[in-house]
């Protein structure tokens, strides 16, 4: 009996990869789009002028920042634990309350 040695002929031939047939995609010809006119109503003219002002006042007095970080610096800053407590649970309270919505 004669063993037929055809299997291992076609595993040392090199694989053959497929041939891409694909063309390359072709641009599409660009139209001018409608022009639209946009009208931005009174309320948000006014919106945004609010928001402008809002964005140039400070969110917080830097007069008294500059006070607390000299009194820091000088090391008579005192914390009140009470007043830190306080504001503690308030923020907690909110949070809960804000989640039972």
Do not use: H
Request: net charge positive; aromatic share 2%; no cysteine.
């Amino acid at each position: 009996m004669k063993i037929d040695d055809t299997l291992n002929k076609a595993a040392s031939l090199p694989s053959q990869q497929p041939v891409r047939t694909e063309k390359a995609p072709e641009r599409a010809v660009s139209t001018p789009a409608p022009s639209i006119n946009v009208q931005i109503s009174p309320l948000s003219t006014q919106l945004q002028a609010l928001q402008s002002t809002q964005a140039s006042n400070g969110v917080f007095e830097a007069k008294k920042v500059e006070e607390i970080k000299l009194a820091i610096s000088e090391g008579r800053f005192q914390v009140n634990s009470e007043k830190v407590a306080d504001g503690l649970l308030e923020t907690v309270k909110d949070l809960l309350n804000s989640r039972k919505r």
